[in-house]
């Protein structure tokens, strides 16, 4: 596939990122608020919301693999054409993989599958800042291009916070499921809210400093 046409796929998966970021915090806040509406109607919501949310999980592992490819193809990465290949490989598992994980979610091994994906994250995560930080004084890779590899980092430790947040709603989301709403439970859930979507700032914040260094290439 031509270069040219993996930058726009790159463009445009931005995009489709952004679009699905925007949907999912839309309705996560009418279901944080809509504490007179029946709960199954809610808990049918929540479970949109969570379908809704695998098109980010595929935004962020299509944009990583893409970039690698890209790197690859256009001579920032060591590697060329291999590496490019290996790179379009490992996406296409790691797809299958989020895939997986967000079918087998409610079942018995739910939990551990959830647990593995936050691993691969977490790998991630110790292998782009350290390595980009290093690529940066070291001169391994152009500036701005190891840059970009650290506030990726900064998406990925962003992302596990989200997750983290969306943990805590879920604890309290099946106290009301199970006991009823209240108004501290509703405060709580509202406070979830709040705190998770600081945290999708931030990373958006990371996400527009990427777009930036790959316009301008400060110092290429």
Same mark, same amino acid.
């Given at each position: ?8 796929? /790159?463009? !445009? ?7 699905? =970021? ?5 309705? %996560? ?18 479970? /949109? ?11 962020? #592992?299509? &944009? @990583? ?5 890209? !790197?690859?193809?256009?001579?920032? %990465?060591?590697?060329? $054409?291999?590496?490019? *290949? !290996? !790179?379009? %490989? +490992?996406?296409?598992? *790691?797809?299958? %993989?989020?895939?997986?994980? /967000?079918?087998?979610? /409610? ?6 599958? +959830? ?11 110790? +292998?782009?800042? $350290? ?6 004084? #070291?001169?391994?890779? &152009? ?31 099946? &106290? ?9 439970? =509703? ?20 996400? @527009? ?8 290439? $400060?110092?290429?």
């Amino acid at each position: 596939m031509p270069v040219d046409v993996l930058l726009v796929i /790159h463009i !445009a998966v931005l995009g489709y990122w952004l679009g699905a =970021e925007f949907v999912i915090n839309s309705e %996560f806040r009418f279901v944080c608020r809509a504490a007179s509406m029946p709960f199954e109607e809610r808990k049918r919501l929540m479970e /949109h919301v969570m379908d809704v949310d695998q098109h980010v999980r595929y935004a962020l #592992v299509l &944009q @990583a693999g893409l970039g690698t490819v890209l !790197a690859a193809l256009l001579g920032y %990465f060591p590697g060329g $054409p291999t590496l490019a *290949w !290996a !790179a379009g %490989f +490992a996406t296409l598992l *790691w797809l299958a %993989f989020v895939e997986i994980v /967000h079918r087998l979610r /409610h079942g018995g091994g739910g939990r551990q599958l +959830a647990l593995l994906d936050r691993l691969i994250r977490y790998l991630l995560l110790a +292998a782009l800042v $350290p390595g980009g930080l290093a690529a940066i004084f #070291v001169g391994f890779a &152009q500036g701005w291009l190891a840059w970009k590899l650290v506030l990726f980092g900064g998406v990925i430790a962003c992302g596990i916070g989200i997750r983290y947040y969306i943990i805590q709603f879920f604890a309290i989301w099946r &106290q009301i499921e199970a006991q009823g709403s209240n108004s501290s439970r =509703e405060r709580a859930i509202r406070r979830n809210y709040t705190a998770g979507t600081s945290m999708l700032g931030l990373l958006w914040l990371c996400i @527009a400093a990427i777009t930036i260094l790959s316009i301008i290439k $400060p110092g290429a």
